[in-house]
């Protein structure tokens, strides 16, 4: 029975993940327009620009490469697969053990290499971490022990500070609705995985309602204190993220020091 | 006479012809059980070819396809170096070792003699007798003469040295220094290839990286031999494998591409992978595989590195400048793989490429190996009793591949044909691992040649209702193998 409840865990979870990577896009940006005095754009205007985005015609320049036509779609299914693989409301859904935080960060790093590729190349080299930190924090995060904390933190500061990636100047229609919704589904697949390594979160399928409700408040607090700390602190705003995710690799890091001294006998 | 600087054959065509003929048999050579013994040549010299040699002297003659594909390049091997390094391979004994190692250096100078007279050291161990050798067990010696050869030769020759001394001779060698000079070796070799301006160096960096990597798998299984640990050790192992097949296959794509390009000089490569079909895909696919991202075969190694690590009780220091050697030279590689993917599809073409059918076909079959070697260290490692990455990729493959066919639907991009070569890679990644979607797959990988070019032009779009159905089928598919398994 658990094994059938799994498998509609992984499916449900597997249709909620795109949409809740628009909403996360669209509570940052409401929450900081609020905390600057602005009413802001509504939470759901990311989800409703898709509709629109998806049904216009795609431009693409005559000179494209076959590279240009791919690149959209396998940004966004890598995401989204990486997405399948952390669990969200329950920890027994099908596809939760398939993979690890390895897998994630494997095709988190692919949908982020394709992209800068369709984009031209990298603006800045040090976005390229937050998937080494989300490897390392990892490492950390399986010793358990002290290393645990420290490898949240270092998730987090992380994925707050790089979740998505620059989007090609030259993207539009849909090209540009896979773009876009690949860049939050990136940021709420890191914070997910910061929700899976706190302590105490309900696992089990039993726990569906109650784990929906505090994943969701995790990954909210997550993406208003992103922008609580972009308005209220400079290095924090987007130009200066780099600090955030160097900060984030050192923590995840020091998680990995911890967590194999804990593992020595 | 044979010049220093001659080319290996006088035909292109020739030399990758003899090249892969050759491969093909000692692949059958290997698949034979590696049968064979010990020929004593005189003056000192013996040669014996095993399976270690026999695997890498596959390596190196698929290499060499590779390599003798590319046109009026500086990379191109000379006979000399390309016999120094067979001698090498089948070498019975470490003077034999020595001399084909000092022959494949050729006319390279500097640290490389420094290496040569490292060699020559241990060469003197047990008066050069592979045997003695082993039971001499030097230990931190080895470890330390492995760490200096890896960083040094970065190509399959380097790594094959790392597998004799480490794997072969290493006996009780402790892992933790090799541990160390891999994570620093995969994250110098990285660095290199992000800032390299021009193909040598970025080649050179990338196979430096890899060979990192190997070195970390292969202080790994020392490790876990050391303390009868076999899951980790089996994953040691199979990085070690990878890390060499993606040397093997992956990083002489480059090299075409760059003969190719007819430059050294990264910038004015712009626009030659634009061409599209098996040349643009093949270029793809070696830079995915030697970026290690998925699914080629440098994120299995990578996959594996990190599963071993963290199962080995090592100490902290190793373990974390192992960690984060990796994670850094995976980050810079995928940074220098994302500039020449960039250059190369979406730069302006300063003149046009024009990729001959044997360099299209050299590459094709090059990257194709690439990116299967993510399924052999898979299988290694199940055959051994460890885990079996494998089977975890090709259900990470097929549901990746479902999600692309869903998206492609949804925003009605995919070509007349495009879901058959989803389910043609679907089916080639999870065949070997799991036996799931083999009819589908299997009809789809007869057909998929002339169906790609058909991808991504959004032309002749195909109904709606049996993508969908077959994106609906696959998925259940995969959700079933899951419940079951």
């Known amino acids: ?243 955030g995710v160097l900060a984030g690799l050192v923590l995840a890091g020091v998680a990995v020091l911890l967590g194999l001294a804990e593992c020595v006998p | 006479m044979v010049r220093i600087d001659a080319s290996v054959l006088p035909g292109r065509r020739a030399a990758v012809l003899a090249s892969l003929l050759a491969a093909l048999g000692t692949a059958g050579w290997l698949l034979a059980g590696a049968p064979g013994g010990t020929l004593t040549l005189g003056g000192g010299l013996a040669i014996g070819l095993d399976r270690i040699g026999g695997f890498f002297l596959l390596l190196v003659l698929l290499e060499t396809a590779g390599v003798a594909a590319a046109r009026d390049t500086p990379q191109g091997r000379t006979a000399v170096q390309l016999g120094g390094a067979i001698l090498a391979l089948v070498a019975g004994d470490a003077m034999t070792l020595l001399a084909g190692v000092g022959l494949a250096a050729g006319t390279r100078r500097g640290p490389m003699v420094a290496g040569l007279a490292l060699l020559g050291g241990v060469a003197l161990l047990g008066g050069g007798d592979f045997a003695a050798m082993r039971l001499a067990a030097p230990g931190v010696g080895l470890a330390w003469c492995a760490m200096v050869v890896a960083g040094l030769w970065p190509g399959v020759l380097g790594m094959f040295l790392v597998a004799r001394l480490l794997v072969d001779l290493g006996g009780t060698a402790p892992g933790g220094v090799a541990m160390l000079g891999g994570g620093l070796v995969a994250a110098w070799g990285g660095w290199q290839a992000w800032r390299a301006m021009t193909f040598p160096v970025l080649i050179g960096g990338l196979g430096r990286m890899l060979a990192g990597m190997g070195l970390l798998g292969a202080s790994i299984a020392l490790a876990g031999r050391a303390i009868d640990f076999a899951g980790p050790a089996a994953l040691g192992m199979a990085s070690l494998w990878g890390a060499a097949v993606v040397l093997g296959t992956s990083v002489p794509v480059l090299a075409v591409l760059a003969g190719v390009a007819g430059t050294d000089a990264l910038r004015r490569a712009a626009g030659v992978m634009r061409s599209g079909g098996f040349f643009g895909l093949a270029s793809l696919a070696a830079g995915l595989t030697v970026a290690c991202v998925p699914p080629g075969g440098g994120f299995a190694v990578v996959w594996q590195v990190f599963r071993a690590l963290r199962a080995l009780p090592i100490s902290p220091v190793e373990g974390a400048v192992a960690a984060f050697g990796v994670a850094a030279g995976v980050s810079f590689a995928v940074a220098a793989v994302v500039r020449l993917l960039a250059i190369g599809f979406e730069g302006a073409a300063e003149r046009a490429a024009a990729p001959r059918a044997l360099e299209r076909n050299v590459m094709a079959l090059l990257a194709g190996l690439g990116l299967l070697a993510a399924m052999v260290p898979g299988a290694v490692a199940a055959l051994a009793g460890g885990e079996a990455p494998g089977a975890i990729g090709g259900t990470v493959g097929l549901l990746m591949a479902g999600l692309v066919m869903v998206t492609a639907v949804v925003t009605r991009r995919l070509g007349s044909e495009g879901h058959r070569v989803i389910v043609a890679g679907a089916g080639a990644v999870e065949m070997p691992s799991r036996g799931l979607v083999g009819v589908p797959g299997l009809r789809a990988v007869i057909g998929w040649r002339k169906r790609l070019a058909v991808w991504g032009t959004g032309r002749d779009p195909l109904a709606l209702r049996p993508l969908l159905g077959l994106a609906l089928g696959l998925a259940v598919l995969l959700l079933l193998a899951r419940v079951v398994t």
């Open chain 1, 1 to 243: 029975m658990n094994s059938v409840l799994g498998v509609v865990a992984a499916v449900l979870h597997g249709l909620l993940m795109p949409v809740a990577g628009l909403l996360l896009v669209g509570l940052e940006a409401r929450a900081r327009a609020l905390l600057q005095g602005d009413a802001g754009p509504s939470v759901l205007l990311p989800l409703r620009a898709m509709g629109p985005l998806l049904r216009k015609r795609r431009v693409r320049a005559e000179a494209a490469s076959i590279l240009a036509g791919m690149a959209p779609v396998l940004v966004f299914a890598a995401t989204w697969a990486a997405a399948f693989l952390v669990p969200s409301f329950s920890r027994e859904m099908a596809l939760a053990g398939t993979g690890d935080l390895v897998a994630v960060a494997g095709l988190l790093m692919l949908g982020r290499l394709l992209g800068a590729v369709l984009a031209g190349g990298i603006a800045d080299p040090v976005a390229l971490l937050a998937e080494p930190a989300l490897l390392l924090a990892a490492f950390g995060l399986a010793a358990g022990g002290a290393a645990g904390p420290v490898g949240v933190a270092g998730l987090a500061l992380a994925g707050m500070a790089v979740g998505g990636s620059r989007i090609s100047d030259g993207a539009s229609g849909s090209d540009l609705a896979l773009l876009q919704a690949a860049a939050g589904l990136r940021r709420l697949v890191l914070f997910s995985a910061v929700v899976l390594a706190v302590p105490g979160v309900p696992g089990g399928v039993e726990w569906w309602a109650p784990g929906l409700l505090l994943w969701g408040a995790i990954v909210g607090m997550l993406a208003i204190g992103l922008a609580v700390a972009e308005v209220a602190w400079a290095p924090w705003r987007p130009a200066r993220r780099r600090e």
